[in-house]
């Protein structure tokens, strides 16, 4: 097996089977990395069924360290709110840190897998200890600009592998169906009238506002745009 070539590759972590790919194996220890693998680095929200997953590791006696190369404050502050320890700046693939966090856990690298996004930190990283290593694909496209030159290189190394646990050829059709599934009429009504609701809503029982001579224009102006696009609703939910 290629040194940059994951041991397993997954669609996401809660793809991985904690009997069968971790406990069954020898697997009770999880150096994890964050980015993109627990956490979307779009909106930096650790995606329900992840969190699920490692709460179901860890009342299956998995215990985890995270491992990132961020040095940013939110990372120690997921590390708090997940109660698990953590090495940042790590500056993977560079063994230290993967040390480091098997101290912390007082684990053996024979029992320890290594799990994150990244050929080149996560992966690497593992197999210079002789760790097992297995690859995620990241949580979302967004990320880091140098990580994004990397995915080029990674998908190189991975040619045509495809992770495990990813959605099959008939799943991806079935969902671009139903996101390019035209909007029946009563759906465009329907949709409408909500949002005409809402901004009657928003504008019912308001008193007027005293203001003064220089704000007047802007008020104005703002008043007339908010009637026309409430006489858009109305026209649109009468004729069309």
């Given at each position: 097996m290629s040194f940059l070539e994951p041991d397993r590759y997954f669609a996401r972590i809660s793809r991985i089977d904690i009997d069968r790919d971790l406990l069954a194996l020898g697997?009770?220890?999880?150096?994890?990395?964050?980015?993109?693998?627990?956490?979307?680095r779009d909106t930096h929200e650790v995606?329900?069924?992840?969190?699920?997953?490692?709460?179901?590791?860890r009342d299956a006696g998995i215990t985890f360290c995270l491992v990132s190369n961020n040095w940013h404050e939110?990372?120690?502050?997921?590390?708090?709110?997940?109660?698990l320890p953590i090495v940042a700046k790590a500056v993977k693939p560079l063994p230290p840190a993967f040390l480091m966090a098997l101290r912390k856990l007082g684990a053996k690298r024979s029992e320890t897998v290594v799990i994150g996004d990244q050929l080149v930190t996560d992966v690497m990283g593992a197999h210079f200890l002789g760790m097992k290593a297995y690859l995620l694909a990241p949580l979302v496209e967004q990320d880091l600009p140098h990580t994004l030159l990397l995915r080029n290189f990674e998908r190189v190394v991975m040619g045509e592998r495809k992770p495990e646990g990813a959605a099959s050829t008939s799943q991806n059709a079935s969902l671009?169906?139903?996101?390019?599934?035209?909007?029946?009429?009563?759906?465009?009504?329907?949709?409408?009238?909500?949002?005409?609701d809402r901004h009657a809503s928003r504008t019912a029982g308001r008193e007027p506002v005293p203001l003064g001579t220089s704000h007047c224009a802007l008020f104005v102006a703002r008043d007339v745009q908010r009637r026309v696009r409430a006489l858009r609703i109305a026209v649109a939910l009468r004729f069309g």
């Open positions: 697997f009770r220890n999880v150096l994890l990395d964050v980015d993109n693998t627990i956490l979307t995606p329900r069924d992840v969190g699920f997953w490692l709460a179901k590791a939110g990372v120690y502050q997921l590390a708090n709110r997940l109660s671009r169906g139903l996101r390019n599934r035209p909007r029946r009429r009563a759906d465009v009504t329907s949709e409408r009238k909500d949002r005409y």
